[in-house]
Structure formats: structure tokens, C-alpha cells
């Protein structure tokens, strides 16, 4: 069995300050968007959980060192062909300086109020989990979701 992949049928993109109030705004726009591709409830949850998480990430770790509002922004786009959605979320913020230790299980930068399980729960409600990060450049995660049943081809 072989995931589809088809073009890109149809996208998105917006921008948005950094502020906790829009994590339900991303939530919102990128399960109407997805609301495109007929998810069933289950897979429509998954992809507004690991949305959730990762644009917390930006919101408690990209910026925490940062002054002014105006460059505290995040950029969400998304994607599909087929059944393949893709959600993408972009700081501009400090960056990840270990992809790798950021990405393990209960690791965290943010203090004793965090869990460090973020990546984590993006990686178990998501097929593909992707980051980038430069350090001082800022960091994009990338949410790869297949939407309902595989294609053979």
C-alpha cells in the first residue's frame, strides 16, 4: 500500500501574533480547513491536538526572551493532495538549539510548569512529524496527516 500523493489541491496561509487567545484561533482554522478532506471525528481531533501543541510551543518557547508585540508572530499554512493533509507552524523566535533533546519525552526548557511532552504528542497524533530550527532564526514544525483510508497504487 502506498500513501496517495497527489498535488497540492488546495492551501492556506495566515499570520498571528503570538499570544496564547489565538491557540484556539489556529485550532479553529486548521480543522476547517481540514473539515475539506471528510475526516472522521478521531482524525479531526488529532489534528487540532497536535495543532495545540505546537503552537503553544511557539507561544511559551520561541519568544521568551523577546520585547516588543509586533515581532511576536506566528505563521500557520496548510496544505493537502489527496488525503494528505500538511500543517505547518512558524516562529521566528530564539530556536531549538538540540532537536533531538527538545524532541525527548518529559525534556523541557520551560520550567518545572511545563511537561516536555509536546513533540511527543504531535508525533502520536500526527503520521510525520518534522522540525527545523536555527538557532536565533526561529523554528518551523511540520504536521504530515493522512485523512482517510490509504490508496492503493
Known amino acids: 500500500m502506498k500513501k496517495n500523493s497527489t498535488k497540492r489541491a488546495n492551501y ?3 499570520t498571528f501574533p503570538a499570544k496564547s487567545v489565538n491557540e484556539g484561533f489556529a485550532r479553529g ?13 478521531e482524525e479531526l481531533c488529532d489534528v ?15 519568544y521568551k526572551n523577546e520585547t516588543g508585540e509586533k515581532k511576536k508572530k506566528i505563521t500557520l499554512k496548510g496544505e493537502y493532495g489527496g488525503n494528505c493533509l500538511k500543517i505547518s507552524i512558524k516562529d521566528s523566535g530564539c530556536g531549538i538549539e538540540d532537536i533531538k533533546k527538545a524532541m525527548q519525552p518529559m525534556y523541557s526548557d520551560g520550567g518545572d510548569e511545563r ?7 504531535m508525533e502520536c ?13 526561529g523554528t518551523t514544525v511540520i504536521l504530515k496527516k493522512y485523512i482517510g ?3 492503493e497504487e
Request: aromatic share 8%; charged share 20%.
Open 149 to 151: 483510508k490509504v490508496s
Open 115 to 121: 511537561s516536555g511532552m509536546g513533540f511527543s504528542i
Open 125 to 137: 497524533f500526527t503520521d510525520k512529524l518534522t522540525v527545523k530550527s536555527e538557532k536565533g532564526k
Open 48 to 62: 487540532k491536538t497536535a495543532i495545540s501543541e505546537a503552537v503553544t510551543n511557539c507561544i511559551v518557547h520561541a
Open 29 to 41: 482554522i486548521a480543522s476547517a480547513f481540514c473539515t475539506q478532506l471528510d475526516p472522521t471525528l
Open 12 to 14: 492556506f496561509s495566515c
